[in-house]
């Protein structure tokens, strides 16, 4: 596969969603596995969603493990002739006035599947079946060089397809999805302090060895926040333990656990409400990381003001990752006086989360 001379972060996927769902033209995204490919294709379905003022749908399908049949249908008598079953995916796309049909794993799929699904790339059809005009394909997959058994693309895809090369999301950007997703605070500041081993882990050598990536991450916290007593309890317990190790590897799982440890010695989000100028600020950047999003993913409206008070006595740089989670939240959040003149005072910092601050922080 060619090397693409551009690229654009995972979270970026979100923003050319719309240009290729309204030109009906087909990426492929292109990047290493568990950067949230997925993840952000959702969201761009989601801001889709607001401006139809209607539900988007985003109908999955992982080609690697699946038959050209699974994606064809059965080929079945029918009086004197042969007809294609009904594809079982396109239930969704009766059900749904608009979609994104997601074909993932795409590089990884044999060619023969790859042929399968060329009609839907190429005329938005598969046997007898058409895809409605609101109905959009769109590809992704992992590199050649990603470790991840991508194989080579037929020549007349590769032509009729935009390849998109895709690396790692922005980490702020990520942990202010991961704060919406409800991700534990402790994985989003883990991801904050050491992002190179959240979004810049290779893909081990050995086939069974777990690594940590975003998507890896997005499921440990799925796990945790259904693990009696959430992370906290998880590092106290060799059963948590193995589940962390296997979600993200020993040696994310050794530093995960060194952050929890540090983050069940910080003030309370009682602390800071009742004293958000006499609370502690950390002085170590993981139990900084930490603290913000304790903060920021427990906060309430009512306690606005006193949560600002508190999150502006840390430096800006990490007190974004606190102000943007609580404006994806709440927009309410804007409304209060502290944040407006935070934020009046950090414009540049800003810059790029523009499209999450709303107007309501601009000077009246």
Known sequence: MTTAAY?????QIADVIPVFYNSRRVPLFVGPPGIAKTAFTRVGATELASRFGEYVAVREMHLASMSEVDVRGYLV?????AVFTKPE?????????RGI???DEFVQASHEVQKAVAPLILEGRIGEYVLPPGWSVMLAGNGLDDGAGANTLLSHIVNRVTIVKITAPDVEVWASWAATAQLPFELIAFAKYRPDVVFGSEVPAAADTPYCTPRSMHALGDIANH???GTRAMVDSKLGMALMNGAIGAGAASEVSA???????????EDVVNNPSGTTVPSKPDASYAMIMLVAVRAKLEHAEAIMEYLQRFPPNFAVTGIVSLVRRDKQF????RMHAWVMQNKELLAKFSKYI???VAPK
Do not use: C, M
């Not at 690229?7 to 979270?11: E, L, N, P, Q, W």
């Open 89 to 97: 995916f396109w239930e969704t796309v009766e059900k749904s006035p």
């Open 77 to 81: 008598p029918n009086g004197n002739q």
């Open 7 to 11: 690229s654009i972060t995972a979270d």
């Open 334 to 337: 804007v409304t209060s006086r």
């Open 227 to 229: 693990f009696p007593g």
């Open 101 to 103: 049909l997601f074909l």
């Open 358 to 360: 709303t107007e309501a």
């Open 259 to 269: 952050l929890i440890r540090t983050a069940i010695k910080l003030p309370s989000y």
